[in-house]
Every structure is written in C-alpha cells, then in structure tokens.
C-alpha cells in the first residue's frame, strides 16, 4: 500500500536577493553624490542604468542616452 506523507513542520527559507542601494552612491573624499533618480517617483527611486537608455522599474519612465556620433 502506498502511503500518503503529510507536509508539517516548517517550511523551507527561501533566500531573497539583498537590495544593492550602496551600488548607487559615491564617495569622491567628503562629498557623497547620487545616482540618477526618477522624475516622476521622486528621490527614493533609482535609475537602472543600461548601455543606451535609463529605466524606472516602478513607473516604467525611460530615458534613452543620446549616442554621439563622429
């Protein structure tokens, strides 16, 4: 006969990936600078940076980098 298990007990910890905020502030000696924030969400909400454009995750504003050319 098969029997059936019961799944008491704890469940597993799942591992959330740790927020990088540090990644996006300077250090030049005393002065602390910041990274490009959203227009439209406000100082608290970073900028991903890609090759040609900047994106808001929590809007979707864009911003896309001018190339230049020669």
């Not at 909400?45 to 020669?70: A, D, P, Q, V, W």
């Amino acid at each position: 006969m098969a029997q059936k298990k019961d799944a008491k007990g704890k469940k597993a910890a799942k591992n959330k990936p740790t927020s990088k905020k540090y990644t996006k502030y300077k250090i030049d000696g005393d002065k602390i600078t910041k990274e490009k924030s959203c227009t439209r969400c406000g100082p608290g909400i970073f900028l991903m940076k890609t090759n040609n454009r900047l994106y808001c995750g929590k809007c979707h504003y864009t911003e896309f980098l001018s190339e230049k050319k020669k």
